[in-house]
Structures are given as C-alpha cells and as structure tokens.
C-alpha cells in the first residue's frame, strides 16, 4: 500500500522477502517508467551505492520488476533533520561525480526534464493549460478552475521576473545548460521517496521519473514536494552541499535560488492532478479503495497553502 502510480507486492521466495513492482501503463502517459527506474538503479548498483534498493530482474513487457525489499517506514512530517538533508544531499553526490558521464551515458534525460529557464516557463504553463481541461462538475472542481486561473497570473509575473534576473546573472534565459552542468537526477526527490531503516539510515526509492536533467530542479523540487516537508532553513546548506559536482558551483546555485518560484507554482499543479483523468487512472490502477473525492479534498486544501507562499 502506499503507492500513488502504481501495484506494489511483496514476494516471499524461501526466507528472502523482496518487491515486485507493477508499472501503470495507459496511451495519455507515454513515459517509459520501468526503464526509468529499472536503469537508473543499475546504474546506482555500478557505483556501488547501498542507499536505493538492488535491482534483481525485469520484464520490461510486462511492465514487472524485482527489486530488493528495504525494511524501513516512512518519514513524517515534520521529522526531517539536517543530518537527513544531509545524507540526501551526500546521495546526490555520489551519484554524480566524475565518473557519469562514463557509466550514467546512457541514462534517458529525466521525466520533464528542461535545460532554459524558458523551457520551464513552458513546461509550467503547459501544466496550468491542462488544469483548464478539469469540468465544473463540483464545488471542488470549481475550486481547482479558481487555483488554476490565479496560478496562470502568478506565472507570467513570475518568469517576468526569473527572467529579467536570469539574463543579469548569467546565459540568456533560453540558453541551455552545458552537458558537464547537468546532472543525473533522482527526480521526484524528497523524504516521500524514502525509507528509514532501522539502523536509522536512509534507504532512497521511487526513480521512475530519474534521468539527466537540471540541478536547479533537482534542488527546487526537493524543497517544494509538499509530502513531507523540507524546512526553508536547510536550503542554503544543501544547495552548498549538492551543487560542488560542478566546476561551476556558484552559477548552479544562483539559478536555482532564482527559478524556486517557478517550482512552487509547478507544484501547485502537481497537486491538482488529481482533477485530471489520466492521474485519475493511475490513482485508481495504484490503489482501487481510495476514496477519491476526500482525496480531492485534501489536495484542494494543500493546494491553497502552497499557493499562499509563492513568493516567499
């Protein structure tokens, strides 16, 4: 249980326990999940990495892979410490020093993955232009029609800002990031990913949406996925922390201080997708007992928060 995309099993082999994971697979969501997460973990397994699970086989057909069981429990919210940003960061770090452009080439860019600063902008506003496709057909509709329309003003003041600073600050707006800036991302990365053991260190999971992308993203999702929390406080020392595998630290971290609005207002979106048919799928091949209208509910709720603080 637990899942938000897709069918997760424990599988008892004899005294080992391990975990099948099913890939929801539907014609609106064309991403390759399995091979995401199936690759990056090998690729983790290749550095020799003991913080993400093992992966033991795959039927890429199926959209079925094996992988070994972590025992652990989720983080609550307001349980995040520094030392926990600290070994997320130190994970970050392993998995991109100089040995990734070697064994990491063949990773796919990751799920969204934008290399401009306007190529976010479109990415975000593409986001809000799908909220537009929800029905007014509940109050609770309606409500997620009212977020939408005041996240597609809050973008157009924001990237009028984040791009007036980025061409002070350095590449035009529409420049790409350089291959050696970018890095290989856990995407989706945050304490919703992960697992703490019961030696109390951290076990990193869910890579289905990895790959090579900007670490400013990287960085800014981190910070605003909304599940479990990272406290503001700590962003300066993991951006200090994280951004050293690059030869050019101090551009990495400028960028991603100034696109974190951007990514509060991606997330606002991401927390509406629960009013989209196609997340609406997911949701119930993942897990068919929810009660998707309290779920909506809840969404709504968090949505309005993070819509609160924006611009902070």
């Known amino acids: 249980a637990g899942g938000g995309n897709n069918r997760l099993f424990v599988i008892c082999a004899g005294n080992r326990r391990l975990i099948a994971k099913w890939y929801f697979s539907h014609p609106l969501d064309v991403r390759d999940r399995i091979g995401a997460e199936y690759a990056f973990l090998e690729y983790a397994a290749r550095l020799g990495l003991s913080c993400v699970p093992k992966p033991l086989a795959c039927l890429r057909d199926e959209r079925i892979a094996l992988y070994e069981f972590i025992e652990g429990r989720r983080l609550e919210a307001g349980e995040v410490s520094r030392a926990h940003v ?14 990734r452009f070697r064994l990491a080439g063949s990773l796919a860019n990751a799920s969204e993955a934008c ?34 329309e005041l996240l597609q003003r809050r973008l157009a003041e924001a990237s009028g800002r984040v791009q007036g600073k980025g061409r002070e600050r350095g ?3 529409d420049t790409p990031l350089s291959p050696e800036l970018r890095c290989v991302s ?10 703490l053991r019961p030696s109390g260190t951290l076990c990193f999971i869910d890579f289905e949406y990895s790959g090579w992308d900007d670490p400013a993203k990287m960085a800014c999702d981190f ?22 595998f690059s030869p050019f630290p101090d551009l990495l971290m400028s960028r991603a201080r100034l696109m974190i609005p951007l990514f ?5 979106c991401i927390l509406l997708n ?31 928060s993070l819509c609160e603080h924006l611009f902070q």
């Open 86 to 99: 600290a070994e997320a960061a130190d994970f970050f770090l392993a998995l991109n020093g100089p040995e």
């Open 115 to 148: 290399f401009s600063i306007q190529e976010q902008v479109g990415a975000i506003g593409r986001r809000i232009e799908r909220l537009f496709e929800i029905r007014p057909e509940s109050p609770e509709n309606e409500a997620a029609l009212g977020i939408a």
């Open 171 to 173: 590449p035009s707006d």
């Open 186 to 195: 856990p995407s989706d990365f945050g304490f919703h990913n992960a697992l």
């Open 223 to 244: 910070f605003c996925q909304p599940a479990v929390p990272v406290g503001a406080e700590h962003f300066e020392e993991f951006l200090g922390r994280t951004m050293i």
């Open 264 to 268: 509060r207002i991606k997330w606002c």
């Open 274 to 304: 629960e009013f989209l048919p196609d997340s609406a799928k997911r949701r119930q091949f993942a897990a068919p007992d929810t009660d998707f209208g309290e779920r909506k509910r809840l969404q709504l709720a968090k949505a309005n």
